[in-house]
């Protein structure tokens, strides 16, 4: 069983109140995800595709990220779950912003690494397959291929080295 802290619209914790992964979350409250774009220090961008089973499964995913823990701040929850869906393990991550839908907040971070491209760990359960691609391609994906259009906009928003 995965348990959440709530959180109300403005970001903080709602005392007493935690959530069960898969139960509704009630009208006004909050859950905490955080996602990690990694962009390799020769420009080009981690991709990682969903398993099958999922829900979009086979769709790309321009992030490594989930549901933080109960207890978990958004750098600990991105830190961990870049690990467990990639094996890099950075602690140069930075926030590039913060975007509320429905019932959850979105915290999103930039990781610049120089990790081996060809030693990324796929999660059991959770991703099939990566690839590097480029800027210019990640923002030119379709709908039908990635999973969430808002890191194309962060993307979009990033300088260019």
């Given at each position: 069983m995965?348990?959440?802290d709530a959180?109300?619209?403005?970001f903080?914790?709602?005392?007493g109140?935690?959530?069960?992964?898969?139960?509704?979350?009630?009208?006004?409250?909050y859950h905490?995800?955080c996602?990690?774009?990694?962009?390799?220090t020769?420009g080009?961008?981690l991709l990682m595709q969903?398993?099958?089973?999922?829900?979009f499964?086979g769709m790309?995913?321009?992030?490594?990220?989930?549901?933080?823990?109960?207890?978990?701040?958004?750098l600990?929850?991105a830190?961990?779950?870049?690990?467990?869906?990639?094996?890099?393990v950075?602690s140069?991550?930075t926030e590039?912003?913060t975007v509320?839908?429905?019932d959850t907040?979105?915290?999103e971070y930039?990781?610049?690494?120089?990790?081996?491209k060809?030693?990324?760990?796929?999660?059991e359960g959770?991703t099939?397959?990566?690839?590097?691609?480029?800027?210019?391609a990640?923002?030119?994906?379709k709908?039908?291929?990635?999973v969430?259009?808002?890191?194309?906009?962060?993307?979009s928003?990033?300088?260019e080295?």
């Amino acid at each position: 069983m995965e348990l959440w802290d709530a959180y109300n619209k403005d970001f903080e914790k709602v005392n007493g109140t935690i959530f069960v992964r898969g139960e509704q979350i009630p009208n006004g409250l909050y859950h905490l995800v955080c996602d990690v774009l990694v962009k390799h220090t020769d420009g080009t961008f981690l991709l990682m595709q969903r398993d099958p089973r999922k829900h979009f499964g086979g769709m790309w995913e321009a992030t490594a990220g989930g549901s933080a823990l109960i207890g978990e701040n958004p750098l600990e929850c991105a830190k961990r779950e870049l690990t467990e869906e990639t094996g890099i393990v950075s602690s140069q991550l930075t926030e590039v912003g913060t975007v509320i839908s429905k019932d959850t907040i979105y915290v999103e971070y930039l990781c610049i690494t120089d990790w081996n491209k060809y030693d990324i760990t796929l999660q059991e359960g959770e991703t099939a397959a990566y690839r590097w691609v480029s800027r210019e391609a990640l923002l030119h994906m379709k709908k039908d291929e990635l999973v969430t259009e808002r890191m194309q906009k962060f993307i979009s928003e990033l300088e260019e080295d």
